[in-house]
């Protein structure tokens, strides 16, 4: 596999009166499928976080909120790169010695791995680093890595609604993450088909959301979403064109799934939300209901055919 190198990638931006939003999808705005995401949040001013490089591992990371530096080594030449635009992240390749300083109070920092977490993917000492660049010895570790373990699995295949019906707004579950607690910043973070019961194809975000806007009201016919209010809160309104549920979201480690074939919107933003969703599908505009007529009339065009 060739290794590209780092660089700055300018993201689509989808400007709205609503608010604007962003799109990452694996092997089109990054080189690299997506198999974890994390987020890093309650970063005190003034704090660092990183300092490790990876053997196999590549990320890319996005200031969601505030701003901070991103200082990359690759063992011959060094750089910093600053982040404060919600549509601009830095592509960070394997083999990179990394180190994420100079948060702004308030930041949140969104990152998308190419890998399963592996303690033994990590390099914990600058000097251990230059050698292993030069390919002169195999590194140790430190207990001190924060462990995103996989252990944990939210969901199960007993409990996903691939019965021979449309999901209902039941089927909607409220997940809690977990959270790495740490006085330098906190963390969480979510692996595909483990923490979702999905592959991780796309994410997007909203921001920039005015106080008391409203966002989405539309369905998908395959595609799952996993929504976090990444900062602030807002409500999903749920509708499976029988019954209706109203979920807050309001804490960066609590998530919801809704799965295909659910009217889904997002009401009462807090000022300076972030609505972040990870998606098991790529973008098409034939999987979308965006009219509630049509949504009703596939609901039960679906249900006749059970």
């Avoid at 999901?167 to 979510?190: A, I, K, M, W, Y």
Wanted: net charge negative; aromatic share 12%; charged share 20%.
């Amino acid at each position: 596999m060739k290794i590209q190198h780092e660089r700055i990638i300018q993201l689509p931006k989808i400007a709205d009166g609503r608010g604007n939003l962003s799109i990452i999808e694996q092997m089109e705005q990054i080189p690299f499928a997506i198999s974890r995401a994390y987020w890093i949040y309650d970063v005190p001013g003034g704090f660092s976080r990183g300092e490790h490089a990876y053997k196999q591992n590549q990320e890319f990371i996005v200031a969601l909120s505030g701003s901070f530096d991103v200082e990359l080594d690759n063992g011959t030449e060094k750089n910093i790169y600053h982040l404060n635009r919600s549509y601009m992240g830095v592509y960070v390749p394997q083999g990179t010695w990394r180190r994420m300083t100079n948060f702004s109070t308030n930041s949140l920092a969104l990152v998308l791995a190419s890998n399963p977490f592996d303690v033994d993917d990590y390099i914990l000492n600058y000097e251990e680093f230059l050698l292993w660049k030069q390919g002169k010895i195999v590194t140790t570790h430190s207990p001190n890595v924060p462990v995103q373990s996989a252990d944990v699995t939210l969901f199960s295949q007993s409990i996903l609604p691939h019965v021979h019906r449309l999901p209902s707004v039941f089927d909607c579950s409220l997940c809690q993450l977990v959270r790495h607690h740490d006085p330098e910043g906190n963390l969480t973070f979510v692996y595909e088909n483990v923490h979702v019961p999905f592959p991780i194809n796309r994410v997007f975000y909203s921001y920039d959301i005015p106080g008391g806007e409203d966002r989405g009201a539309h369905a998908h016919k395959q595609c799952h979403q996993f929504i976090i209010a990444a900062s602030g809160s807002f409500e999903v309104v749920l509708d499976d064109g029988v019954n209706k549920r109203t979920v807050m979201l309001n804490r960066p480690f609590w998530a919801l799934h809704v799965p295909p074939g659910i009217w889904a919107s997002e009401q009462g933003f807090s000022s300076g939300s972030i609505c972040l969703v990870l998606a098991s599908h790529a973008y098409n505009e034939d999987d979308y209901l965006r009219n509630y007529a049509s949504f009703i009339a596939y609901r039960q065009s679906n249900d006749k055919h059970l």
